[in-house]
């Protein structure tokens, strides 16, 4: 009876070693696969961005595209030569607005300050409470 019960406990413990071992492999396949199918999500998505990015730069292209045609007349050339650049032709003359300078207003206030600073202190304050 030793032997039949050594016997069966030899072929309990060949099963048990066999599970063990398909478990470790259906466990590294399973792992293997959700790593594949995290791949493929992850550049599924990675094509859809870029996709959107192509939509983005063909829409792009095309208004440049309509731009430059319209540019490539000489009356639109002219117009924008005039507009953007200040270009006249030949015979007329051109008029420059020179936009109010802020380094001049604030070499301005500093003279200013300075003169105050020369005067005398009881100048300063009839200045400050009565105007000057």
Do not use: C
Request: net charge neutral; charged share 25%; glycine share 8%.
């Amino acid at each position: 009876m030793k032997t039949r019960v050594g016997h069966v406990t030899a072929i309990l413990g060949r099963w048990r070693l066999m599970i063990v071992i398909a478990v470790a492999i259906g466990g590294y396949v399973l792992a293997s696969f959700g790593g594949l199918v995290l791949t493929a999500y992850q550049l599924n998505q990675r094509e859809s961005s870029l996709q959107g990015e192509v939509k983005e730069l063909q829409l792009e292209n095309e208004q440049l595209e309509t731009a430059i045609r319209q540019l490539s007349t000489d009356e639109a050339l002219e117009k924008l030569a005039r507009e953007e650049l200040g270009w006249t032709k030949p015979g007329e003359t051109g008029i420059v607005v020179v936009p109010k300078d802020a380094n001049a207003d604030r070499s301005a206030r500093e003279a200013a300050s300075k003169r105050r600073d020369d005067l005398p202190i009881w100048r300063r304050w009839w200045d400050l409470f009565f105007g000057s």
